[in-house]
């Protein structure tokens, strides 16, 4: 079988129709690794993958991350993150109940950000028979290249500083506080405004409102104002896909090309539950 991919439609996002339990030679690798260059976002239905093969999967990919936050690493396999809104007997979230609410590209706060992340989900929350808890994803190479012939000098050379603890939380937020430990894990990084993709060469935007806390040599007013104002362009409706969920997708997206956020639209009963992957990427440029 050879994967058929099927464009979203939108500017960025695709599926393909594979087996991803099934053998994956180098040759259909090759084209599914394409896809994902050529489509910034990708996703296979009705999957139904082990975890062993989940990360056996995500290594054709790269070196696989662990998260910083141990406490939500899925027991005995510590390459997959638990995302959920569940609780255990004890009351305890047995995942991140918080993730990704606000736009974000993952691990951006490493000297070595993340080259991709794979979300498999296992449990969707529905109501009245509709998919919540959809993903949005916006493409930043687009973004990039809508830009004024006069920004794109500007930022020649501008590097942001990304900075995990001021990522913004939603409200009673059930996360942990980030130990010392965690903090000095993470310190300051700086990473260029302008990303170059170190597969395809393109150039992209690389910048959050709220983690990034300011631009490398301009005044710090004039840095914040800088990184909300291509932010707020980067999200633009114009630029984005969204994903609805179904039990089984293998979702998976480039986190140098895009951003993304989820929607909370949902509460227990209503139960999400994913399992997710990071692999390693290289130092931005």
């Not at 050529?38 to 993958?49: E, M, T, W």
């Not at 999967?57 to 936050?69: A, D, T, Y």
């Not at 080259?115 to 973004?143: E, H, M």
Request: include cysteine.
């Amino acid at each position: 079988m050879k994967p058929s991919v099927t464009k979203s439609g939108d500017a960025c996002g695709a599926e393909i129709k594979f087996d991803l339990s099934s053998e994956l030679d180098e040759c259909t690798f090759a084209e599914i690794e394409q896809a994902f260059h050529d489509n910034i976002v990708i996703y296979f239905r009705d999957q139904r993958l082990s975890n062993e093969r989940h990360i056996e999967l995500s290594r054709r990919f790269g070196e696989l991350e662990i998260h910083v936050i141990k406490k939500y690493l899925l027991p005995n396999h510590p390459e997959i993150l638990v995302i959920s809104n569940i609780k255990d007997e004890n009351g305890e979230n047995i995942g991140l109940a918080d993730a990704g609410l606000t736009w974000h590209t993952d691990v951006s706060y490493l000297k070595k950000p993340s080259r991709c992340s794979l979300l498999y989900a296992k449990d969707v929350p529905y109501r009245d028979g509709k998919p919540l808890g959809d993903t949005l994803f916006t493409n930043t190479i687009a973004a990039y290249e809508a830009l004024p012939e006069i920004m794109k000098r500007r930022l020649v050379g501008l590097r942001a500083i990304h900075r995990y603890s001021e990522r913004k939380r939603v409200a009673n937020s059930p996360r942990p506080k980030l130990t010392k430990t965690q903090l000095d894990q993470t310190p300051d990084v700086a990473h260029p405004i302008v990303r170059t993709h170190a597969w395809t060469g393109r150039k992209s935007l690389y910048v959050t409102a709220g983690e990034c806390i300011g631009v490398e040599n301009l005044p710090h007013d004039e840095g914040l104002a800088l990184i909300e104002e291509l932010h707020a362009h980067c999200v633009k409706p114009e630029f984005q896909y969204r994903h609805k969920w179904q039990v089984g997708d293998l979702l998976m997206w480039d986190n140098a090309t895009s951003m993304h956020i989820a929607t909370r639209d949902y509460e227990l009963p209503e139960r999400r539950l994913m399992y997710r992957t990071t692999v390693a990427g290289g130092v931005p440029f």
